[in-house]
């Protein structure tokens, strides 16, 4: 009788694929009310213009919302995703993608990723393309599960350890310790355009943190791109003398050749990690080649999906180089559990104070999991284990 339902879900095709947009959180984790903490004084790249300084909203990082993606089988079942990109990349998945994902089989999941980042290379390659490919894919994932009866960790070969250990990102590392965190990543506050008060700043509150924590404690901080070489390696070697951990994402993006030399400037015994806004595999592979982090940080809704951080995770993985996926919820969590080279996990604490923990994405996801004392076990359900809430409005700005 199993067989037969497993010959069953295989034998299925997609009937419909249908993007919508949320706002006020969910997977544009930036989309909240005003005076939380994700939107404060933040060190960033537009920190050079005074204009931009007090808040990353000031310059539109929360313009986008939430996409949400169906994708419903001939029998009715449907599988669905959440990522950023709203009503942009919903219109990619609407107008563009679709084509290549409406009448396909359930498990033709490998084809339909290739085709469709083949037929956008001429417009896409990172940001909201790929947004838009990630959130396909990993609502097929969800939907192939489903029909399948299955966690989405079986479908990657089953759990290597029996839960998930978390560290938390968040303005309060000293709360996230009483909470049973494994350690604690500050934003960054002050950047270059600030100086030297702001340096110091910076270096008071980690002194802070570290004065009311263990010593065994980690502590990180999230440069968010913000910086220069000459400033990330002041930074460091002052933050050194509180035990940072790591110093995360402190260049751009492209800055390949800054994080390789970055990486050779740090302090003995701290990390360099970067990857949040990185794509693809071959986006990847030259961090790992250039020799540009001690830990790959690839968000699964950003960087091409399931399907591709599988590819990201095995690249990195026989350079004994560690990915701990950006936050991203159950769609990284059912990746991490499956993976040697990924042995925890970041949890972004989305309550305003940061000082209870509460689900990452937010109002839009029913029954997501959340750490309790820092682990978490995943469920069995079928997908990757969470519903829409009935109670979030999503618009269909586009359809086909």
């Known amino acids: 009788m199993e067989v037969g339902i497993l010959m069953a879900a295989k034998d299925h095709k997609i009937r419909q694929v249908r993007a919508y947009v949320f706002r006020g959180g969910g ?16 060190a960033t790249p537009m920190a050079k213009y005074p204009a931009y300084r007090e808040s990353r909203q000031s310059f539109g990082l929360n313009v986008l919302g939430t996409l ?3 994708v419903e089988a001939e029998n009715g079942v449907v599988g669905f995703a959440v990522a950023a990109g709203g009503e942009p990349a919903a219109w990619v998945v ?3 993608l679709a084509r290549f994902v409406e009448g396909a089989q359930v ?11 083949l037929s ?63 350690g604690g990543k500050l934003p960054l506050h002050y950047g270059p355009a600030e100086e030297e008060e702001g340096f110091r700043k910076n270096l008071s509150l980690l002194e802070e943190m570290r004065s009311r924590t263990s010593q065994e404690f980690w502590l990180m901080y999230d440069c968010w791109m913000s910086l220069d ?49 990185e794509a ?38 026989e350079r ?25 996990c970041e949890f972004l604490m989305m309550a305003p104070k940061a000082d209870e923990v509460i689900p990452m994405f937010a109002p839009l996801l029913a029954e997501e999991p959340v750490p309790e004392m820092g682990k978490m076990k995943l469920s069995d359900a079928p997908g990757f284990g969470v519903r829409l809430n009935p109670d979030c409005v999503l618009q269909r700005p586009y359809a086909h």
């Open 120 to 182: 956008t290379l001429f417009y896409g390659r990172k940001g909201i393309v790929l947004n838009a490919i990630s959130c396909v894919d990993l609502a097929l994932w969800d939907l192939w599960g489903k029909l399948r009866q299955e966690p989405i960790y079986h479908l990657l070969g089953g759990a290597v350890r029996d839960e998930l250990v978390f560290y938390a990102t968040g303005a309060r590392p000293d709360l996230a310790e009483k909470m049973g965190f494994l």
């Open 27 to 42: 997977g544009d984790y930036h989309d909240q009310p005003q005076g939380h903490w994700i939107d404060d004084h933040i």
């Open 229 to 277: 070489l000459e400033y990330a390696t002041r930074l460091a070697h002052g933050a050194s003398q509180f035990g940072l951990k790591w110093i995360e994402e402190a260049l751009v993006p492209d800055d390949y050749w800054g994080y390789a030399e970055l990486k050779r400037r740090l302090p003995a015994g701290m990390m360099l990690t970067t990857g949040e806004h």
């Open 68 to 70: 949400v993606v169906e």
């Open 94 to 96: 609407e107008r563009h």
């Open 280 to 317: 693809t595999r071959w986006g990847f592979r030259l961090l790992l080649e250039m020799g540009c982090a001690d830990i790959l940080q690839p968000d699964v809704g950003w960087c091409g999906g399931l399907t591709e951080l599988v590819k990201i995770s095995a690249l990195a993985d």
């Open 107 to 117: 498990n033709e999941i490998e084809r339909i990723w290739d085709q469709m980042y």
């Open 320 to 344: 004994g180089v560690l990915v701990v996926p950006h936050g991203s919820s159950v769609y990284s969590y059912h990746f991490s559990i499956t993976r040697h080279n990924s042995p925890f």
